[in-house]
Structures are given as structure tokens and as C-alpha cells.
């Protein structure tokens, strides 16, 4: 079956192929499907992958500035879906997997002039704790929004929470299906010998999107003895805290130098306002390292509270400071923790099995 994974959103104009996408297209690859990538990027590809000869790369030339804006966006769906309409004339795909609102709305547009076309929507939805769209366009999004909802014959949740958002704008019940988050776990997968590290350290990888989440990481190391704190994104820089451990801020860093990072560190101690992805949780256990996570958006289901990982309310730096004390006193709860979030995210996020049931989601539609 061919299917095209239309991908939306506001990206870097020489950006290349996400390595979420490439890796969703491999595995529905191997398991007999021709998969067209349609996307605002470059045809490059992340250095470590060679994508199998069933996968195609077909970037758009419908693409905003960088800084463009979610009105910017959507006046772009015209010329998105006419590009989609001329790629799909000389090979149809049967199913069309879109991602994101506006390509969403494009893909449904295009779809008009393919008869038997079925179209899969997701991340079209703003959880409640994702932060509020500009006052400005939140009536208009709303509604287009619950239009992508209610039309798609499928979509696709990432968690219970994404789920009851996407029945609140009228996607019907037997519709919305929940699809784990993917993680490449050949390139997450944990350290051969994982000794604890003198001093602990624990790894926030927030710096570059959630100053809530650092801002609580810091608050949380200064009531840990013994523990350096490492911090990823933002300014560079080294200093203790008050009457605390050490606190380092390196600059971001590329993608696929984060599986090291992880398995250098002991705990990852993540805490934003919103997250509704719950990706940096997930590539951590699959690194076998054991989380301590604020209970917001998708965290709240990813991380299951002292088996994989420990939850904790938001807003409460105190908490999480007591819970990484917690862990560090315990070495054994802390593989224990490891462990079992290694397991799960092997069980439920490996792409392969997150294929396994889109394959399921796509041969419904055609049933």
C-alpha cells in the first residue's frame, strides 16, 4: 500500500528530513508499504540514516518564513494542497497520514480529487496545557480543528488526554485512536554497564524549550547533596548553586548526540508546563534511565509512577527534589526503574511495533 505522510508546522528551510518521519517510514517499509515523505525541508537526510529504496523524500515549495506565524501557515493550505493534488496525480497513495493542522486541512482538500483516498490526521489539536493559540486566531483554529476532526477517517492519539481533546472537537468515538509516541530504540538503547556516577548526575534536557521545566530543575538540584545538575540548551555556562551542587548549561546539541548524554546520566529530572509528546521521557527510558517527571500532558500516562518512573504535580520543585533524593539513596529502586521503562517503551514505542499498528489503523480504513 502506498502511503503519504504529509508533515506541516513551521520549520528551518534547510532542515532535513526529521528523524521521527524517516524512522516511521522505515518501518512501515519493512513491513510492505511504499511511503512517500511530503514535507517543508531539504531532501537531506540525518547522517545516520540510508532510507530503503520503498521510501521517497518530496519537500514542498509551499514554505513560510521561519518565523512565520500560525496565520501564515494556514494561508499556505491552497498552494500545499495544490502541490499535493500534482505529486498524487502520477501516484496515488490510498491512504494520506497528515500531521499537524495546516497540513491536515491540505490533505483534505487535495483528497477531493482522489476518490477512494483515506485520510489519517494527527497532532491537529492544542491540549489545554499546551499554552493558548493568539486570541486572534483561537476561534478560527478551534474551527478548523473540529472541521480536520470530524472529516478524517481516522485520528490518531498520542495519549488518553490527546484523546478526549480530539472527542471534544467532534471526532467520532470509534475514529479516534490512540497510537503510541515512536522512539528508534536501535539508536535509544541503554549503556552495557551503568555503574552510578560521583558525583549523581542528573540531566535536564529541556533548556531550549521550557525555561518552567529548568527553572523547577535548578530549584529541585539545590536540595540534592552530592548531585551535579547538566542542563542542554540555552547559553553555556557553569555555576553552583546557592548552598547546592554544581549547575551546567551546554548549548543544544544534535539529536543524535542525546542517547549519549542520556546514558552518562542517572536520572533525568524533566518538569515543563506542558508536554504533550512526552518524547525526552521516552528517549530516556529507552536508555534504561529512570525519570522523575512533572504530571502534565502526555507524562502523565508515558511515565507510570514508581514502576517506570516517578510523577509529581506540577509547580512543586520541592517534590521533585525529595523524589530524586529518593532514588539516589536507592540504587536498586533506580534500575528497578530503569528497567521496567526500558521494557515498556520496548514493548509499546519501538517503531517497529508503533507500525505494526498504524498497519492496523491504515487496513481498517479499507475494510
Do not use: N
Not at 34 to 56: I, Q, Y
Not at 114 to 120: E, H, I, K, Q, S
Not at 290 to 305: C, T
Amino acid at each position: 500500500m502506498h502511503i503519504a505522510i504529509v508533515a506541516g508546522g513551521r520549520r528551518p528551510t534547510d532542515e532535513a528530513v526529521p528523524e521521527r518521519l524517516v524512522a516511521m517510514a522505515e518501518a512501515l517499509a519493512a513491513i510492505g508499504h511504499r511511503v512517500s515523505l511530503h514535507g517543508r525541508w531539504k531532501a537531506a537526510l540525518p547522517a545516520h540514516f540510508d532510507l530503503p529504496s520503498e521510501v521517497v523524500v518530496r519537500p514542498l515549495a509551499s514554505s513560510p518564513p521561519d518565523t512565520a506565524g500560525t496565520e501564515a501557515l494556514l494561508g499556505l493550505v491552497p498552494a500545499m494542497a495544490e502541490e499535493l493534488e500534482q505529486s498524487w496525480r502520477a501516484d496515488p497513495p490510498r491512504v494520506a497520514h497528515a500531521i499537524g493542522l495546516d497540513a491536515g486541512l491540505a490533505v483534505l482538500v487535495a483528497a477531493r480529487g482522489a476518490p477512494g483516498l483515506c485520510t489519517v490526521h494527527e497532532r491537529i489539536a492544542v491540549l489545554p496545557d499546551e499554552g493558548a493559540l493568539p486570541a486572534s486566531l483561537a476561534g478560527r483554529a478551534h474551527r478548523l480543528q473540529s472541521a480536520v476532526a470530524r472529516s478524517a477517517d481516522a485520528v490518531i492519539a498520542r495519549s488518553p488526554e490527546e484523546a478526549r481533546v480530539l472527542r471534544r472537537l467532534g471526532a467520532r468515538h470509534g475514529r479516534v485512536l490512540l497510537v503510541p509516541q515512536g522512539v528508534d530504540t536501535r539508536q535509544f538503547s541503554p549503556a552495557a554497564h551503568h555503574p552510578p556516577h560521583e558525583p549523581a548526575q542528573l540531566l535536564c534536557l529541556d533548556g531550549g524549550r521550557s525555561a518552567a521545566s529548568v527553572g523547577a530543575a535548578v530549584r529541585a538540584a539545590a536540595e540534592v547533596p552530592d548531585a551535579r545538575l547538566v542542563v542542554v540548551g540555552g547559553e553555556a555556562e557553569s555555576a553552583p548553586t546557592a548552598g547546592g551542587p554544581e549547575v551546567r548549561q551546554v548549548p543544544e546539541v544534535p539529536h543524535e548526540a542525546v542517547p549519549e548524554l542520556l546514558r552518562s546520566s542517572d536520572i533525568l529530572v524533566t518538569a515543563p508546563q506542558t508536554d504533550p509528546s512526552g518524547t525526552v521521557a521516552l528517549e530516556a527510558m529507552a536508555c534504561g534511565v529512570p525519570v522523575v517527571a512533572g504530571a502534565v500532558g502526555a507524562l502523565r500516562s508515558l511515565v507510570v509512577d514508581d514502576v517506570t518512573g516517578v510523577l509529581v504535580p506540577p509547580d512543586h520543585p520541592e517534590l521533585l527534589a525529595e523524589a530524586v533524593r529518593r532514588l539516589l539513596a536507592d540504587p536498586a529502586q533506580c534500575q528497578a526503574l530503569g528497567i521496567a521503562g526500558l521494557d515498556r517503551v520496548r514493548s509499546l514505542h519501538a517503531w517497529p511495533v508503533v507500525a505494526a499498528r498504524l498497519d492496523r489503523v491504515y487496513q481498517g480504513l479499507h475494510h
